[in-house]
């Protein structure tokens, strides 16, 4: 009869040890029993960068990345993205559910009048030099919006926690877009409570001299998209700050910037920003046989491809790049589209790149679309930690309210010098 359980043989002692499986894991702290002595501290795993180590139970987003699958709350991102618009995805990944109607017109209602920020933050932004990265405006404009809501600091009451996280879903489009303005040397534009949460963005960003900015619908509706695909991930390393830096119960705003911060590298975030200026560097169709040869020799590397987690293809790749066609029918096509299309084909086709699960990933697409809608380069990391705030809002609210969770605090193998005396500096 099988058995819920791991056995392990220790051949150092012969000492066999039965161990619980339970959702095909075993806890960490089962193996601290093992020890050859009694003085040991006990059998720990070793795992750099958490390859193959749960560290909490969620009930927020799947992944399969075998089989190219990624779902919030169960429901399939295909459908989402079709069928749905950002604000209603909020609040289903918060929430659990899809809203009903009463329900989101209040939920829109609340964020729509969340939007405009304090005029003091609006003068810390332009404190800012003109030149300063967009990304580096948005960490610390969040960071520093902790001291102008302290009673976020109150994070066991369930209606401050709330509170807080309208103000950041409303707020965070328009530091944004401040930040861009700021880059551009253009005044600031106020929320429009009368658009979309994303054609209110729209407007921050690129009103001038109209009384009324109308957004393009298209345009409007494609960042909507793009909004939802990165809206949660799983325990990727910016949501893996959140809540590490969120177990020691500082308020969301400080957890956010951390969370944010770890969004900003170049290897997370940053990586749609690697795949334009690898495009911009091949420059031509005809110059990808010679890039692909580099690739091969390890002598240059095939950005926008392959993913820590999809072995398959990223399933939001597929929805972006359909996206991109009808962007490019408002922007005119991307000269660099060519190039990304050439590359995808021979990625899919070439053996090299086949048995290595090179597949096109979400930051393969989605920069050439920013490009088009005329985004700087500075502004992608921006633009995804915009719709991930719900994200990373919805896994800080399940770890406070997980029993399981303490403050983060991983144990370390120790490799270095036993003890020494210590040798005055003349001796040494």
Known sequence: MSKDTLTIT?????????????????????????????DDFGMMSYDPAFKNTASTKSTITYIDGDKGILRYRGYPIEQLAEKSNYLEVAYLILYGELPTKEQYDEWEHVIVHHTFVHENITQLMKAFRHDAHPMGMFIATLAAMSTYYPEGRNIS?????????????????TVAAFSYRHSRGLPYVYPDNDLSYTG??????????????KPDPVLERALDVLFILHADHEQNCGTATMRVIGSSHTDPYTAMAGAAAALYGPLHGGANEAVLRMLMEIGDVKNVPEFIKGVKNRERL???FGHRVYKNYDPRARIIKQVADEVFEVTGKNPLLAIALELERIALEDDFFVQRNLYPNVDFYSGIIYQAMRFPIAMFPVLFAIPRTIGWLAQWVEMLEDSEQKIARPRQIYLGEGERDFVPMADR
């Open 200 to 213: 209110n963005f729209l407007s921050m960003l690129d009103k001038m001299t109209e009384v009324k900015y």
């Open 10 to 38: 220790d051949n150092r002692t012969g000492r066999t040890y039965e161990i619980p499986v339970e959702h095909d894991t075993i806890q960490a702290m089962h193996l601290r029993q093992i020890k050859v002595n009694e």
């Open 302 to 304: 095939l950005m926008g």
């Open 157 to 173: 009451d369930p209606w401050i926690r709330t509170k807080q996280i309208h103000r950041l879903i409303a707020k965070l489009p």
